[in-house]
Nanobody
Framework: QVQLVESGGGLVQAGGSLRLSCAAS????????MAWFRQAPGKEREFVAA????????FYADSVKGRFTISRDNAINTVYLQMNSLKPEDTAVYYC?????????????WGQGTQVTVSS
């Protein structure tokens, strides 16, 4: 069982940066691949980025490639999403997710989300 708690969301102007964090409980954090998703108002949840168990593999949605960076620190059971050059269309609730498989069809564990709002 893994519990995930996101933090770091907030209000930022377009062109600005934010770093999201996701803290995971448990002793087996490096058994899980991690990912970030987001859901904007009135839209379905969409994939943002994923990272393998040891951080060597990453994958990004085209919409964030070159602007966002996913990373992890297994020593403190945390995954990050560094978001640069933010745009108003990045406004959404951001969720982290965990699964034992890299890029599965469905993730087993989800956090509660953190709101990111980008003003124009």
């Amino acid at each position: 069982q893994v519990q995930l708690v996101e933090s770091g969301g907030g209000l930022v102007q377009a062109g600005g940066s934010l770093r999201l964090s996701c803290a995971a409980s448990g002793r087996t954090f490096n058994s899980y691949a991690m990912a970030w998703f987001r859901q904007a108002p009135g839209k379905e949840r969409e994939f943002v980025a994923a990272i393998g168990r040891y951080g060597t593999n990453t994958f990004y949605a085209d919409s964030v490639k070159g602007r966002f960076t996913i990373s992890r620190d297994n020593a403190i059971n945390t995954v990050y999403l560094q978001m640069n050059s933010l745009k108003p269309e990045d406004t959404a609730v951001y969720y982290c997710a965990a699964d034992k498989v890299f890029l599965p069809a469905n993730y087993d564990y989800w956090g509660q989300g953190t709101q990111v709002t980008v003003s124009s």
